[in-house]
C-alpha cells in the first residue's frame, strides 16, 4: 500500500486583503476504482475498501471526495486579513493498494488480483509564505506555489 500527499485545489493571493485570488492549480475528481473492470462492481469496490479499512487502519474513503473543497479552500483565503504572498489549498492522501482475493469453490480457489484506488484524510489550509512549513506537512507541498506564477 502506498499512501501520498495530494494538493487538489491551490489559491494564491499576493498582497493585501482586496487583492485578487488566482486558481493556480486543480487537479480533476478522485474517484475509488479499481482499474479492471470485472472487479469495478461496487459491491466489490465497498468490500476492498472495508478490507483495507480494517488490516491497516487507514480512513480509506468509498466516495469521492466533497465537491466543495475548492471553494472551502478559496474561503480561507478570503477570510485571511495577512498582507504578503498566501497560498491556500485543500489536498488528500491518495491511496493505492494492491490486493489479492482467493475465490472459494465451484472456482477451484481461483485467485484475482488486482489494485485498489482511493483517498483518506482530507485537509484544507493555509500558508502565508514568509513560513516555512514542516517537510511531512501539505503546507510543504504548497510552499511551492510561493514563487511568481
Known amino acids: 500500500m502506498s499512501r501520498a500527499k495530494t494538493l487538489t485545489n491551490v ?62 479552500a478559496k474561503a480561507t483565503l478570503l ?19 494492491s490486493f489479492t482475493v482467493s475465490c472459494p469453490a465451484p472456482n477451484g480457489g481461483t485467485k484475482v488480483s488486482g489494485e485498489l484506488s482511493s483517498w483518506a484524510v482530507p485537509t484544507i489550509g493555509i500558508l502565508h509564505c514568509s513560513i516555512t512549513p514542516g517537510a511531512t506537512t501539505f503546507g510543504h507541498l504548497a510552499r511551492k506555489y510561493c514563487g511568481r506564477p
Open 11 to 72: 489559491f494564491v493571493r499576493d498582497g493585501d486583503a482586496a487583492s485578487r485570488t488566482m486558481l493556480v492549480h486543480s487537479e480533476g475528481p478522485i474517484k475509488p476504482q479499481v482499474p479492471d473492470s470485472s472487479l469495478s462492481s461496487a459491491d466489490w469496490l465497498a468490500t476492498l475498501v472495508e478490507s483495507l479499512r480494517e488490516a491497516r487502519q487507514v480512513p480509506v474513503e468509498l466516495a469521492p471526495p466533497p465537491e466543495d473543497e475548492a471553494a472551502l
Open 79 to 97: 477570510e485571511n486579513k495577512q498582507a504578503g504572498r498566501i497560498v491556500a489549498f485543500s489536498g488528500l492522501e491518495r491511496i493505492k493498494a
